[in-house]
């Protein structure tokens, strides 16, 4: 079993969340890097992400951006980062280690050589932000070569030309096993007004009903927000309490309300 899985599986048995963290790889140096990441595990995080430092992070915020151009200033690089992998794993870390990365860098370079160094240097999982569902195949095929390869965690959104039911994704005639737990609305994107920030609508592709049964939607759910005052400038927990609260009334659990001293429904 994937390290990944194990730690997943023993807070499932307690009762627990993961607690997850991010590190880009490299910043400020490698040696830093390893460092944290044992103070990481001496603290008790469950699963950590190691970004690899990417010369073109578009599809990340300033904060990342930043860090892997710094990163990539003082050094860094995949081959670096596996290196430094390998040696954190001969120095006794044993937390779950994904990395999260672009397809650019993968397919650059070598499918089958990255998959294979990842498996050398104990890497347990991979996020790939870019790398669209539909186009997953190339790599799945060599993951699927080596039962000691990595996860690859799949990311899907509304635009995803998927179909979906309870617990399974469709695409192009192959069905995939997808399990998800879900006992609250599921939010997965939003649609914003580029000159206001205003929010204009959310995608909701999971819904709850009374009895606390999953409602799996086959085409995700489009819901304007009309006359909401909520901007990605502005938004905030309690504007998604608003939110949810007004279109799911009686899912939020009365103790999130209270906490967050929101104590009325619709």
Not at 55 to 73: C, E
Request: glycine share 6%; net charge negative.
């Amino acid at each position: 079993m994937n390290r990944i899985e194990e730690r997943l599986a023993a807070l499932k048995e307690e009762g627990k969340k993961a607690f997850i963290t991010y590190t880009t790889a490299g910043l400020p140096d490698y040696d830093t890097t390893k460092k944290l990441m044992f103070a990481q595990e001496k603290a008790g995080i469950d699963i950590m992400e190691i970004g690899v430092p990417f010369s073109d992070p578009i599809a990340d915020g300033p904060v990342i951006q930043d860090a892997s151009y710094k990163a990539i200033q003082n050094g860094a690089s995949l081959e670096g980062t596996f290196t430094m992998m390998g040696e954190v794993r001969k120095a006794g870390l044993n937390s779950p280690v994904v990395f999260m990365l672009y397809y650019n860098t993968v397919y650059h370079y070598g499918v089958e050589n990255f998959v294979n160094k990842c498996i050398e240097n104990g890497v347990d999982g991979l996020i790939i932000p870019d790398l669209p569902f539909e186009e997953q195949g190339q790599i799945k095929d060599v993951l699927a070569k080596n039962e000691n390869s990595p996860i690859l965690i799949q990311l899907v959104s509304p635009v995803s030309k998927a179909h979906v039911t309870q617990n399974k994704i469709s695409v192009n005639n192959n069905d995939t096993k997808f399990s998800l737990d879900v006992d609250r609305p599921y939010i997965v994107s939003f649609v914003a007004n580029k000159h206001t920030n205003e929010i204009q609508s959310i995608d909701v592709l999971y819904a709850v009903n009374a009895k606390k049964e999953v409602a799996a939607l086959d085409e995700p759910e489009f819901r304007p927000v009309n006359g909401t005052a909520l901007t990605t400038s502005t938004i905030s927990i309690s504007n998604l309490l608003d939110y949810v609260n007004n279109y799911f009334p009686d899912i939020l659990p009365e103790s999130v309300l209270k906490h967050y001293g929101y104590n009325s429904r619709p």
